[in-house]
């Protein structure tokens, strides 16, 4: 192991805070109270602007260990031994750097937040454009410095003007190519150090990561909250707020090793692969054209187009340039442009070039695989017209138009470009991989390292995959447009449409379908352990009482569905007894007993319930229902006749006709009314719409003609309660009076 200046003293405090980051998230996820671990690594991204969720926990106990990661190579030092003697622009670019440090570690301290704090570091940030400019003379071409010099000299003075603006009250929009002009002075500077000898690779490594987390920083952000969960993007901008951190191990490390001893030669560099036969290593070559082929054929350049996750976050969580620079990687990939670099990269067989391939085809076949995975079929340009203006903005006039219902039309699924160049980048590394013995156990521990930060950002990864079913997905189709009776929810779909179309659970909108199912079946786990330590503290976390909602995941957790069947159950059997004793009261009421011969009777053999009484409405529509007759049972009209009863009570009913009137009586019944009626389609109906209740036909065979219709109703007393259930009894018969007589009414009644 390299032994430092002060390596003593970085240590323990790297492993300190980097244990402590550890201790703190593992206390979050215990306790949901994530105040220790955000103000340990995440300074300003407290629960009002994040609220807690265990992922992101995860992630920042992430980049906690990447904090602690960055304090050892900040404060470590030169490597120990004696200092050479360095030229004057050396020394003042190395105090300059450390000044530049020492204002953005200074952020970190405790103390409130004033404008002019900026100026220092800002200020010395003019000393170093120049002086590295100065010190890579030899390293880099005259005409490249100075570009990087005008390109730095203006990024910092648009910096100043900025701050000195907010100084005095004013906030200065900053313009859109900022983040171009410190590209256009970082990236000569990382090809200075990268020639000079002074410098190591995982110094000019550190650099360009910077370099490409600036090139994405869009320099303003939105900050949205959704439903107490954390948004995605506010998230993404959190977390490149924690990899700036790469800036300052850049800059201090490149202070370190200017005043340390040369780093030893790379072994690997102008190194060659063997050659290969060429039959192998064309496949590598073709693979790449051939889905490009295809879409072309079909007038589509574009790979991915305006849609999925990994365009989403270049259109609105990256700067502009660096969104126009993916459409360009869209383009090239779409016309087949990864062929020609492979087939450089077999030609040269240069050991960087063959890698720097490889890892391209590699990440290019993830981003099409996370893109196959988020791109959902109906995007906001069938909701919001001027979102699709902006998204397609950048693309040919109808380039993805032509789609049934106004959708876009793209080409091949990013996946065969995918399956393509993952096949590619394994055919290179199996013809061209370095053999065993010249990979170096730093090399394996820094893709151990990868591998371990990669598994780290996995649950958010899996937060942002998959399809996300909308509520109005779950409406089932019309059956008067299909001719077909929709098929019941059931299982997954029927909990995702549950949750979607009820908000039974407080989640956002956007959260994807796997995503969904997994928070249910682990409120599922809760409910069927039934745990009653943790039961209270999901509640008190997620303000979730688990045992409440066992109807809403029923058709995905076996136990719920247990005590929803059983619930179910009972009261179907409840519903049956209580039908079977309204039947039972309708069989117990007297049977009328006519005075003459009725054309037709019909005594209902199960009670009916109306809600709003019943109706019976003429359907030529000879008048409307205002300005009839009424009193507290009847009300007719022109082309209309009511019978108003108690809702809350089952009904009876006895329906009679007859050829002609029959004598009136009124014993045994509460209210008697009769009142006249016309019908001129040869129906007499009584129905109520909202119960569903449709009465048999009284008209005497499709008679049309103006009729008398007799109303009767009575209580029925049952098991000691006087309103056990109603009666009713309807007489029809010829007559053209339209009177409304009362022939017997309750006291007190109108």
């Known amino acids: 192991m390299r032994r430092f200046r002060f390596g003593w003293i970085a240590a323990p405090i790297a492993v300190a805070f980097g244990g402590a980051a550890v201790v703190a998230g593992v206390f979050a996820l215990v306790t949901g109270d994530a105040a220790v671990l955000r103000a340990l690594v995440a300074h300003g991204w407290g629960t009002d602007m994040v609220p807690y969720t265990w992922w992101v926990e995860v992630i920042l106990a992430g980049g906690g260990i990447l904090t602690g990661w960055a304090l050892w190579q900040i404060l470590r030092g030169r490597r120990a031994g004696e200092a050479p003697v360095l030229a004057r622009p050396v020394r003042l670019l190395r105090a300059a750097l450390y000044v530049s440090l020492a204002c953005a570690l200074a952020y970190e301290a405790p103390i409130p937040y004033q404008w002019w704090l900026d100026l220092p570091g800002t200020l010395t940030q003019f000393a170093i454009v120049w002086l590295f400019l100065v010190v890579l003379a030899g390293s880099i071409p005259r005409w490249l410095r100075i570009v990087a010099l005008v390109a730095g000299l203006a990024d910092t003075a648009v910096d100043l003007v900025a701050i000195v603006a907010y100084g005095l009250g004013q906030y200065w929009d900053l313009p859109p190519l900022g983040n171009v002009l410190y590209l256009l002075w970082v990236v000569p500077v990382l090809i200075g150090q990268a020639r000079d000898g002074r410098w190591s690779r995982g110094t000019v490594r550190a650099g360009m990561v910077a370099a490409v987390l600036a090139s994405l920083s869009s320099g303003s952000f939105m900050i949205v909250g959704f439903g107490g969960t954390a948004d995605h993007g506010t998230v993404i901008l959190m977390v490149r707020t924690i990899l700036s951190v790469f800036a300052l191990i850049w800059m201090a490390r490149t202070a370190h090793e200017l005043a340390g001893p040369p780093p030893e030669p790379s072994t690997c560099r102008g190194e060659r692969a063997a050659a290969r036969p060429w039959p192998l290593a064309a496949v590598a070559v073709v693979l790449p054209s051939v889905p490009a082929a295809v879409n072309l054929a079909q007038g589509m350049p574009f790979w991915i187009g305006p849609r ?72 906001d340009w069938q909701v919001v017209p001027e979102m699709a203006e902006v998204r397609l903005a950048v693309y040919p006039d109808g380039q993805f138009g032509g789609g049934l219902d106004g959708q876009l039309v793209f080409g091949l699924s990013p996946l065969w470009y995918s399956a393509a160049l993952a096949v590619s980048a394994l055919v290179l590394f199996l013809l061209y991989a370095a053999p065993p013995a010249a990979r170096r156990g730093r090399r394996v521990f820094a893709m151990a390292l990868a591998t371990a930060v990669a598994l780290v950002f996995v649950p958010a990864a899996d937060r942002s995959q998959g399809t996300v079913t909308t509520a109005a997905d779950c409406s089932p189709p019309d059956r008067r447009q299909t001719g077909v009776e929709p098929a019941p929810l059931t299982g997954e779909r029927a909990f995702i449409c549950e949750v979607r179309t009820g908000q039974v659970l407080d989640i956002p909108a956007t959260m994807p379908d796997q995503a969904l199912l997994a928070y249910g079946r682990s409120l599922c786990g809760v409910y069927t352990r039934d745990d009653p330590r943790e039961l209270a503290r999901v509640e008190s976390v997620e303000g979730l009482r688990v045992r409440d909602l066992y109807w809403a995941i029923d058709d995905i957790c076996p136990a719920a ?181 009362t022939y017997r009414r309750p006291a007190g009644s109108r």
């Open 308 to 379: 999925g996750a990994v365009d989403m976050f270049f259109r609105e969580y990256s700067s502009h340039p660096a969104g126009l620079a993916w459409v360009a990687v869209d383009v090239l990939v779409g016309v087949g442009a990864p062929a020609v670099l492979v087939l450089v990269a077999v030609i040269r067989r240069s050991r960087r070039l063959l890698t720097g391939t490889m890892l391209f085809l590699a990440l290019a076949a993830a981003a099409g695989v996370v893109t196959a995975l988020t791109a959902r079929p109906e995007e």
């Open 561 to 741: 569905a247990a005590k929803v069947k059983t619930e179910r159950e009972a009261d179907d059997q409840e519903f049956a007894a209580f039908q079977a004793e309204e039947r039972a009261k309708c069989a117990a009421t007297p049977r009328h007993r006519p005075l003459i011969e009725p054309v037709k009777a019909v005594r209902l053999d199960d009670p009916v319930w109306p809600e709003t009484g019943l109706e019976m409405r003429d359907t030529a529509g000879i008048g409307d229902s205002g300005g009839g007759r009424h009193d507290d049972l009847v009300e007719s009209g022109p082309g209309h006749l009511t019978v108003s009863v108690d809702s809350e009570y089952h009904l009876c009913v006895t329906l009679e006709t007859y050829s002609r009137r029959p004598p009136v009586e009124t014993k045994g019944w509460d209210h008697v009314t009769e009142a006249g009626y016309t019908s001129t389609d040869g129906e007499l109906v009584f129905h109520d719409v909202l119960a569903g209740i449709v009465l048999p036909d009284l008209s005497p065979g499709g008679r049309r003609g103006r009729y008398r219709i007799r109303v009767h109703h009575a209580w029925f007393p049952w098991k000691g309660e006087e309103r056990g259930t109603q009666r009713l009894l309807i007489m029809a018969y010829p007559g053209k009076d339209d009177k409304l007589v």
